[in-house]
């Protein structure tokens, strides 16, 4: 499946939490990954996710440096997430 054809189910009311975008992107992915939500070796696709989250790519881009710092996620630059 490609990353443009994944629809994040998962972010399902995550826009309505609390808390700064940054901080609800970034909770609403780490615990997609550590429910095993998002699998192992997926794609993350910054503009379908700030899409479906009602954010813009900023605040996606910050989450995923958190859970890079963190190792939940890998970042290749050029190349993706």
Do not use: C, H, W
């Not at 499946?1 to 700064?20: C, D, H, Q, R």
């Not at 975008?21 to 992915?29: G, I, N, S």
Request: proline share 4%; aromatic share 4%.
């Amino acid at each position: 499946m490609s990353a443009a054809a994944v629809t994040y189910e998962f972010l399902e009311g995550a826009s309505s939490a609390k808390g700064g975008a940054t901080v609800r992107v970034y909770a609403a992915l780490r615990e997609a990954i550590v429910t095993l939500e998002l699998k192992p070796g997926a794609l993350l696709d910054k503009q379908a996710i700030a899409s479906r989250m009602g954010v813009s790519r900023f605040p996606v881009g910050e989450a995923l440096g958190r859970l890079q710092a963190e190792r939940l996620v890998e970042i290749i630059p050029q190349n993706g997430s």
